[in-house]
């Protein structure tokens, strides 16, 4: 048995994480955050104590990258080496460092790998896997594959919605800098051929989980 695979890309602030969490949620299926497995290793290798500017140097901490997700969308955990890292791979020092390790291509080959092997041990009926490159990557042969786009201004209003501590100006200074750093290595702005773009600039959150359903239930 295969699980009916469910690929959502998109920018920071689009909001695919929270969508991406609760459809899994009414479909019965598993969820697969994969931008959290760049975080958890971004915040393995500076714990190694590696210069995370030094490629060579994080590719040899690879070896020692002991990774537990949570699928189940009301049980969603990260692990590294035992330690649960969920809120610490949120901080604003680990999201700044993130580009420098996710843009390595041994790092990538890496995680592609243990994505797909999540993807294969699911034990619910599908599972709905996000990132920036899963739809053209990490699952391009999956029956649903979805860009989850919104305006500049409205990610950014919604993402400052959710960072509190800095002004609503350095949220929209970061999340534009990560997306451009982001974009060099993997083009998650553009619906690669076959992918369904859902912009969720005028739709609510409920609509937007809706929408998602939606496509899933038309492309199982
Ligand atoms: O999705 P999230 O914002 O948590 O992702 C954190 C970082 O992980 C991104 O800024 C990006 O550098 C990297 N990432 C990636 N490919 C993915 C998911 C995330 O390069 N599929």
């Given at each position: 048995?295969?699980?009916?695979?469910?690929?959502?890309?998109?920018?920071?602030?689009?909001?695919?994480?929270?969508?991406?969490?609760?459809a899994a949620r009414a479909l019965g299926f598993a969820y697969q955050d994969t931008g959290a497995a760049y975080r958890a290793f971004a915040l393995h290798a500076a714990d190694s104590g590696v210069d995370?500017?030094?490629?060579?140097?994080?590719?040899?901490?690879?070896?020692?990258?002991?990774?537990?997700?949570?699928?189940?969308p009301d049980d969603h955990y990260v692990r590294v080496g035992g330690r649960d890292v969920t809120d610490e791979i949120r901080t604003p020092r680990v999201t700044a460092s993130v580009a420098n390790v996710s843009k390595i291509p041994e790092v990538r080959a890496y995680l592609v790998d243990l994505f797909r092997q999540v993807i294969a041990s699911t034990r619910r009926p599908g599972i709905v896997t996000e990132g920036r490159d899963i739809t053209t990557v990490v699952a391009p042969e999956a029956p649903a594959r979805i860009l989850l786009t919104a305006s500049e201004e409205?990610?950014?209003a919604r993402r400052s919605a959710e960072v509190t501590g800095q002004s609503a100006e350095e949220t929209a200074r970061q999340l534009?800098?990560?997306?451009?750093?982001?974009?060099?290595?993997?083009?998650?702005?553009?619906?690669?051929?076959?992918?369904?773009?859902?912009?969720?600039?005028?739709?609510?959150?409920?609509?937007?989980?809706?929408?998602?359903?939606?496509?899933?239930?038309?492309?199982?």
């Open positions: 048995f295969a699980p009916v695979v469910v690929a959502v890309d998109g920018p920071a602030g689009s909001g695919k994480s929270s969508v991406s969490r609760a995370l500017t030094d490629p060579v140097a994080v590719i040899g901490t690879l070896g020692t990258f002991e990774y537990e997700i949570g699928t189940d409205a990610r950014m534009a800098h990560r997306d451009q750093q982001d974009s060099k290595v993997v083009d998650f702005m553009t619906a690669a051929d076959g992918v369904t773009t859902l912009d969720s600039t005028d739709l609510d959150f409920d609509q937007t989980v809706s929408a998602v359903v939606e496509l899933v239930r038309q492309a199982a």
